[in-house]
């Protein structure tokens, strides 16, 4: 279901898609909007069994949420367990002070794969593109919040604002897959002065 993007009363900050960066080394920047969605999980076996039958679930299993977040005109995603972030994905137009590495620009139209170790999720993959608007930008910002809310896995799991002053200025962000093996998310960030949309489409996933 298609819901209005939340309007917010502060200034469209961001430039333009040629100074958006991606990081996994920033921290946590404070979010004009967010959305935490529960990500479901999947317990480990126990050695005990109950009368010879297979063995229990262990009765305790972190909890994992994917929190999609609205900042400036760009986006975090951050897994967390528990009340703990193991990682965090920033698309925004950072500068060059990431914390523990340069950000980097995004490499249009290829998917990037990074490696790592976040809560038994082991490959981040993310793929940007960027699309320049000639016709009427207001319904091309339209038609990107009718894609969000259609990718969406349910109504709840789709987040969008708008910014003042600037038709079309908005940010949205759809959580399009999630189970114990694979999160996925997309973005869209939609720079009106440049006529310009952003749309990144990531994912985490366990290595077989």
């Known amino acids: 279901m298609l819901t209005l993007p939340r309007p917010l009363d ?6 333009s898609a040629e100074a958006l960066r991606l990081s996994l080394d920033h921290d946590r920047i404070a979010p004009l909007a967010a959305r935490r969605i ?3 999980t999947v317990a480990a076996p126990t050695d005990t069994k109950i009368a010879d039958t297979e063995p229990t679930l262990a009765e305790a299993t972190p909890a994992l949420a994917l929190t999609l977040t609205v900042i400036g005109s760009s986006h975090q995603a951050i897994l967390s367990v528990g009340p703990t972030d193991v990682f965090i994905e920033t698309f925004a137009c950072l500068g060059e002070d990431g914390n523990d ?4 620009r995004p490499q249009w139209d290829r998917e990037e794969v990074r490696h790592g170790r976040w809560a ?3 490959e981040h993959l993310i793929t940007a593109t ?7 930008f207001p319904t091309a910002a339209a038609e990107v919040l009718a894609a969000g809310a259609d990718r969406a896995l349910t109504a709840d799991d789709h ?3 708008a910014f003042p002053g600037q038709p079309g200025a908005l940010t949205a962000l759809s959580l399009t897959a999630a189970g114990p093996d694979r999160i996925a998310w997309q973005s869209w960030h939609c720079y009106p002065q440049h006529g310009e949309i952003v749309h990144s489409s990531s994912d985490l996933r366990r290595s077989a």
Request: net charge negative.
């Open 159 to 161: 987040l969008s604002v």
């Open 10 to 15: 502060v200034p469209f900050t961001d430039t």
């Open 130 to 136: 960027r699309t320049h608007v000639s016709g009427d």
């Open 101 to 104: 590495s340069p950000p980097k």
């Open 120 to 122: 038994g999720f082991t």
């Open 38 to 40: 529960d990500v479901p």
